[in-house]
């Protein structure tokens, strides 16, 4: 059974459109994350969620968002895509916030 | 930023230990080290974490330096599947920006 499973693993979309990657983790975790991996392959955190609470990358833009049915699932709303929105996006777990982190494979998104 | 600098790459011949250097100077009294590795196409693993002492698991051994300023990674019988980029980061679990990832270290395993 994967840990920590994203979908689509491929995204390829037009300019404006409005997306969704969802992320599921069955670990029993408390803490999910979103990482955006660039072309330069350096991986900075976007969201963490813990019981409900976000906190933030201030360098986010408000056109991503993300959305937590339930603790184990994060999925990520990106409005009004742009040509600088293409990366490989991972989803992450771990037991609390901090602590050892489990990642999903990615979603590798193109905005054409 | 990442608070962690490593050495850009790697090179380590198979069957040998890899030692994977990481300095963190500046580490806090309440931050542990965490190493990750990335192979190419796939997620970042979890290799290990410490505090203070040292640690060994199933996959590697992590050694931390008194002063805490730095530490290494020890992959004891490198294989092929070794080849990555590792990545040392420190975090305090506080939930502020946790596991911000530098630039990593690509090694490479050579047969």
């Known amino acids: 059974d994967t840990a920590v499973s994203q979908t689509p693993k491929y995204l390829v979309t037009q300019m404006g459109n409005d997306k969704s990657i969802k992320c599921e983790q069955n670990l029993g975790h408390d803490t999910m994350y979103w990482y955006k991996q660039d072309s330069k392959k350096f991986l900075k955190i976007m969201f963490s969620?813990?019981?409900?609470?976000?906190?933030i990358n201030e360098t986010v833009p408000n056109r991503f968002s993300p959305k937590s049915p339930d603790k184990a699932h994060l999925n990520l709303h990106i409005n009004s895509l742009e040509l600088g929105d293409s990366a490989v996006y991972f989803c992450?777990?771990?037991?609390?916030?901090?602590?050892?982190?489990?990642f999903g494979q990615g979603t590798r998104l193109t905005v054409v | 930023d990442a608070k962690t600098t490593q050495p850009p790459s790697m090179d380590c011949a198979e069957g040998r230990a890899a030692n994977l250097p990481c300095n963190h100077s500046t580490i806090s009294g309440n931050e542990y080290v965490y190493w990750y590795r990335q192979i190419h196409s796939q997620g970042p693993q979890y290799i290990i974490h410490g505090l203070k002492n040292n640690e060994t698991n199933e996959m590697a051994s992590l050694i931390i330096t008194e002063d805490r300023k730095s530490s290494t990674l020890i992959l004891p019988h490198a294989t092929l599947r070794d080849t990555a980029v590792y990545y040392c980061i420190v975090s305090s679990g506080a939930g502020s920006y946790q596991l911000t990832f530098g630039k990593g270290t690509k090694l490479s395993v050579i047969p």
């Open positions: 992450a777990s771990s037991p609390e916030w901090g602590s050892e982190a489990f």
């Open positions: 969620y813990n019981n409900k609470e976000l906190i």
